[in-house]
């Protein structure tokens, strides 16, 4: 298939990308280079060894994206391209709103036009807000989030339900990410954040390269194993490979909308992962127990029951593997992708 990879020049993108070619199809990319960059871009055509157009867009400039679907011949979209930190969407709730739904709506509008009805969509756990039974069960409701970031993915599920019940010719599948973490095992491409990084594994792996000081662990006296948060990591090529099998399901079933949990379906606790990426750069990190960050909650996970059944995808890469490989990328590149 010709695949419009939305937001591809980012983290998840670039891997889905990988994953696309390798898998036999023809990608373009689109993306406005707020977040991600050319450099990434170029490295994806070197581990693939092919050409990838970069089609440098504000998605939400509506004549912009409808010569863009206009001009691709698309089969199907991958929808990445949108703002995804928490902290800043409770700063600027409305830069959020307006870029994320935006940017949704006027590619839908322009894709309606053009005959182009598959679509994924880059979702979230954190639509299943704090109250759902954990593991989490894509049936669960009501779908809610704590942070502007959060609901706008739980808008824009809601908008493609829509659009889906309107028009019964859209396919569409809805992946909610758990914790995306890793590179890919080339170490050409990985997650390089702007600024101090949010996540956790970015920030471990920036204290290996001596870019940050210490770890900082948030709390330690959390209802678990170790009194450290429990998270379900998800290795990033594991998750670019669950947006293959879900365009692969949503051609062949019939249309409508899907939603499927990616992620390892088990919980790994901050000190576990801290003591595993210790062992991929072997050595000990300067780490410290602080007070708890606001709205973590302690320990959730994801069943995936629904994805390895009906999607026939199941994570097989571990939480050494994804060390090693973030290691892999910190250590080639201990500044991320050169400055543009
Ligand atoms: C994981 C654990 C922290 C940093 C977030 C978003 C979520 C999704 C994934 C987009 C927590 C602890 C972290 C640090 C720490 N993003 N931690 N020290 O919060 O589970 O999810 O990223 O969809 O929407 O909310 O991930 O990596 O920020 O934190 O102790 O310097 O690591 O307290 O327990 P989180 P995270």
Partial sequence: MRVLVTGGAGYIGTHTAVSLISAGHEVEIADNL???????????????????PLHVVELTDQEATDDLVAQGSYDGVVHFAGLKAVGESWREPLAYYENNIGCTTSL??????????????????????????????????????????????????????????????????????FNPVGAHPSGRIGEDPKGIPNNLLPFIAQVAVGRREKLSIFGGDYPTADGTCERDYLHVDDLAEGHVAALDAIARRDPGVGAWNLGGGRGTSVLQMLRAFERAAGRELPHEIVERRPGDLPAFWADTTRATEQLGWTAKRTIDDTCRDTWAWQSQNPQGYPEE
Avoid at 133 to 161: C, F, H, N, W
């Fill in 34 to 52: 707020v977040n991600g960059k050319a450099e990434a871009v170029r490295r994806v055509e070197e581990i693939t060894d092919t050409s990838i």
């Fill in 108 to 177: 839908l509008g322009a894709l309606a036009r053009h005959d182009v009805k598959m679509f994924v969509f880059s979702s979230s756990a954190t639509v299943y807000g704090a109250n759902a039974p954990v593991p989490y069960q894509e049936d669960y409701e009501p779908l809610e989030a704590a942070s502007p970031y959060g609901q706008t993915k739980v808008m824009i599920e809601r908008i493609l339900r829509d659009v889906a019940q309107a028009d019964p010719t859209w396919r569409i599948a809805l992946l909610r990410y």
